[in-house]
């Protein structure tokens, strides 16, 4: 949902609400990149530039820049993005999980927050088990994080809370080979690209661990489309050990909508289906 005016104020082009399936996340870096594309195509931008133009947007987790191509007719791909700063919360997290037992996670925040771990802790592939199994058993992790892992945010305790549970191939250290996860968020929602914020969230563990050092990219796979994002460490931020982490990947939109409220309705701040 796009916002401007006032409600985009403080420098960015425009304001947006990311909406998923049990209401609305603060950050999705798949929409940021389309988003990019849109506000130059649509004119939301007032004197694009060439060969890429930097796009402002104020998200719910704070300010992001969306740096798109434009070769002064049209946007195109691939489109990269700066988010909030990204770090690691706590790793070798030991949580017990009904039907499971015990696993180790690692918690990052990218925009939002995430529990990770490789499927195979869970007995699962994250390449080859039905994504109904990897749906269920991610959505217990969450549940379990939720249960025994107090968050807390640096500046906002509204952003303070487990967005999802992002499984992995278990290949955190760096390689030139891709590096595949599955995300699954909201009510039990998946995501179908790498997820962006989940790429941000995971260069910062993988930076904490060691793993990666500043600018080395590393290429991210989403397990159910196959779709790919690369993701790297830009540069060190703050007094706690956070990075400011570049994505890049292609996106696409696919349409507009526009809604209307009329005051008599008596059901127009919404409703929600079960």
Known sequence: VVVRGGAAAEGAHLAALFLHCAGYSAMCGHAVMALGRFALDYGLVPAPTRPETAVRLRCPCGPVTAFVPWDGHRSGNP?????????????????????????????????????????????LDVCSSKTRELVSAASAVTEAVKKQFKLHHPESEDLAFLYGTILTDGKDAFSEEPTTNICVFADEQVDRSPT???????????????????????TFRSSTTGSLFTGKAEAKFGNYNAVIVEVSGEAFYTGTATFTVEEEDPLKHGFFFK
């Not at 037992?101 to 990052?108: A, L, Q, S, T, Y």
Request: no cysteine; proline share 3%; charged share 15%.
């Open 196 to 218: 962006g914020s989940g790429v941000t969230a995971r260069i910062a563990l993988q930076y904490h661990k060691g793993l990666i050092q500043l600018h080395q990219t590393r």
């Open 79 to 123: 489109v990269r993005f700066h988010s909030v700063p990204a770090f690691a919360v706590a790793t070798d997290l030991a949580i017990d999980v009904p039907g499971h037992g015990k696993v180790v996670v690692d918690i990052g925040y990218g925009g939002t927050f995430y529990a990770f771990l490789s499927a195979e802790q869970l007995g």
